[in-house]
């Protein structure tokens, strides 16, 4: 089945998944949204719009908070024949399924030798600005993609978005995918595709090879395009599927161009981008590899200390020019990115 | 009205199961452990009594009681105690995670409580497609002290799951006490406040602790809604391995004394069955039980490539 555009007008990465999941809804009467919120006038910042009215509420559902049996709730539901997809408003509260999640989601199909599987998905939104703070801006896929049995899906634009939820069901593999608050504005054109996309290929270059996650992704482009403007160009990939890594062609990349510089929305220790690494160098790279993340605390709240805490556009750029050995003048402000600096809460 | 013959003969099968897994087990053909259900058959028993087709269970880490109380074929779960190849869960799973597919037990998790929020979505899968079909789910009362066990009767309540909760109060945790556990005086008032219908009986009177059984799964197949059943029973041997451990001093052999008194397979006449028909069954299934383990023993491991099939 060829690869269709789904419009020609680019849509937001918020409509992409909302789209993603009408048509999950529409096509499988057994798929399933609850989660606290989810149903509320805000429609989880309006990727549910409409959906308890289009497809009933017992299909879209409040729920208690309970995050940790709520969790277990619907891995009872998917081992039963289910779909259903538990949201929460922020990727921090993973931290309270993380027993339903890994003892038990992510070892039904092995421990009963393959008789159940659990097509259960969680949808986590990691937040920024605003003074999201400590406990509103984690990012675990690094952490979960540790799990045997979990897969664990980071979107960064919308084509990403609505292909990770419209595919969601193709396998039966209990699947945390992360979004990101920043993300939800951004605008992008869409192709229908037949499987969630494991990574994608936003760019193509010759001298230098960049591979980035999340929201990184979005800083990672304005870097580039003011390292066109200085006539270097880069292939740059997009890891969506964090956990069963797709990196074939970033080796191939990697061996032309030689410089690989890897940008992860989370901490960096045992972390995906240094599993990355690793695999280039045991699979014939013999170049440079550089690696930004998260700075080694917790978040702060503070905006003077958060601007620090992540990877920027500016550290990106320095990041690159440094691997390409350039010593020339070039901007060294590039500013805070507008989706982070004209955001505003309450949330 | 109970039907006491077959009650009783599914007490002696997992009682005479479980002796055989005492007896071979210092031979390390087992080589996991092992969360006995001696002295706690009956309400495996009565559930099993209880049970239609399309119904679901859900165990715990000791569950070969209600996993045999349900199968029809127990080759495959002596063959998954061996972890051989031939099990039910090609001995991936072993004695803590126990299944019995032909009746809808799902693998059991070796992490309290855990089952009981999974036992909540089957229920509603049951609420989603069946009329009359329900889950039950097992607990010790070490669950009551999880998080996720009060979670779950809040959220059963709530969405009207036709799931019957069953608390096996043995009153310990491992080796300690309920008091040094917990404040709650009387489990059967948390479901209370929840608003679920509540039921309770003892192993002390097992006609009554038969008709609990019956009043709270009729209830839930009927009004398509949660009930809560507390047991009170007596765990006979330690809480992991085949051994007594009355030399831990924990606890006093008097106390299994004063609840042998009350066990069926001691006293059948407590409901009018005569201990000739029990010392029937007891030799039909040791002798049968001796049989099936030895052959099982030669059955084959698990195979290398077995390993990494099905992770994903």
Known sequence: ??????????????????????????????????????????AMYGTLQDFPSKFGSNRCFDTPLSEDSLTGYGIGLAISGFKPIHVHQRTDFLLLCCNQLINMAAGVKYISNGRHTCPFAVRAITGRSWGQGAQHSQSFHSMFSNIPGLRVLVPSTPDEAYNTYSNLFNVDIPTVVIEHRMLYATKGVVTERTCVPGISQLSSGTDMTLVSISHMT???????????????????????????????????????????????????????????????????FNGVVKILGYADSPCPTAKSLENLFYPSAQSILAGCLEMLNYDKPYVKDLGISPEILNFKGPF | MNDWKKTIETVVLIRQFEERVQKIYHTDCIQSPVHLSIGQELACALIADHYMAGDFAIGNYRSHGLALALATDYRPLVLELMAKRGGTSGGKAGSMHLSVPENNMIWTSAIVGSGVPVSLGIADSLKRTSSNNIACVLFGDGAIEEGCVLESLNIASLMNLPLVFILENNGLAIHARKEVRSSVSNYSDLPSAFGISSYSGSYRDPIDLAFQFNSAFT??????????????????????????????????????????????????????????????????????????????????????????????
């Open chain 1, 218 to 284: 979005l800083e990672s482009q304005r870097a580039l395009k003011y390292l066109s403007s200085l006539n270097f160009s880069c292939n740059h990939f997009s890891l969506v599927d964090t956990s069963v890594l797709q990196l074939q062609s970033v080796l191939d990349s990697a061996k032309l161009t030689g410089k690989v510089l890897l940008v992860d929305h989370g901490w960096l220790n045992s972390s995906v981008v240094h599993t990355i690494s690793s695999y280039l160098y045991t699979h014939g």
């Open chain 1, 1 to 42: 089945m060829p690869n269709i555009p789904l419009s020609s007008e680019p849509i937001t990465y918020a409509e992409a998944i909302r789209l993603g999941l009408e048509k999950q809804l529409i096509t499988d009467p057994r798929v399933l949204v609850y989660g606290l919120g989810v149903d509320d006038p805000k």
């Open chain 2, 219 to 312: 209830y839930v197949r009927n009004a398509r809604k949660p009930a809560f059943l507390a047991v009170d029973c007596y765990r006979w041997v330690e809480h992991v391995g085949v051994a007594c451990d009355w030399d831990l001093g924990y606890r006093s052999p008097m106390e299994l004394t004063e609840w042998q008194q009350h066990d069926l397979l001691e006293n059948p006449s407590l409901v009018s069955i005569d201990k000739d028909y029990v010392r029937f069954l007891t030799i039909k299934y040791h002798d049968y039980f001796e049989a099936m383990f030895e052959e099982c023993l030669l059955e084959p491991d698990p195979l290398k490539s077995d390993l990494l099939s099905n992770v994903y």
